[in-house]
């Protein structure tokens, strides 16, 4: 089974490790869309901390990780769903719910995130240091 999920993975922490790695235990191959930074610029009016080509490297040197590709666009997630034939889409819980459309050509699975971690918190907390 051929298992996707997306996300922007910027400095990586135990919540990103622990959603691959259940990712990658619903199937036996996973791939990962690392968004772009200008797509996350376009969300949040910053650039992420570390470069997409860092971003990409990072993700694509872990045990469990399969194949890395850049993500674009918010707009072309069906494109990639079928680009690279994925059979189980996986986003964290915090987007329950609204990739469901796209239960006609997958599985749609959200899975709980790791708890009281997040980059955004993590920036904060350097910040202070
Ligand atoms: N994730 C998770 N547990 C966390 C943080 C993230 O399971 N504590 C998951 C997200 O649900 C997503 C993937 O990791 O499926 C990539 O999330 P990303 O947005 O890159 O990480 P965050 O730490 O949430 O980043 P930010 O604070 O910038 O939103």
Request: net charge neutral.
């Amino acid at each position: 089974m051929r298992v996707i999920t997306f996300g922007t993975f910027d400095v990586l922490h135990i919540g990103h490790i622990n959603i691959l790695e259940r990712s990658k235990a619903l199937g036996n191959y996973l791939i990962v869309g690392v968004s772009s930074d200008e797509l996350n610029f376009s969300k949040k009016k910053r650039f992420p901390v570390y470069s997409q080509d860092q971003r990409i490297k990072i993700i694509q040197s872990l045990k469990f990780v399969n194949e890395v590709f850049i993500e674009e666009s918010l707009e072309l997630k069906r494109h990639y769903l079928k680009t690279y034939s994925a059979n189980i889409l996986v986003m964290g819980d915090d987007w329950s719910s609204k990739f469901d459309e796209f239960k006609d050509i997958c599985e749609v699975r959200y899975l709980e995130r790791t708890p009281s971690i997040s980059t955004t918190e993590i920036i904060e907390i350097v910040k202070k240091i």
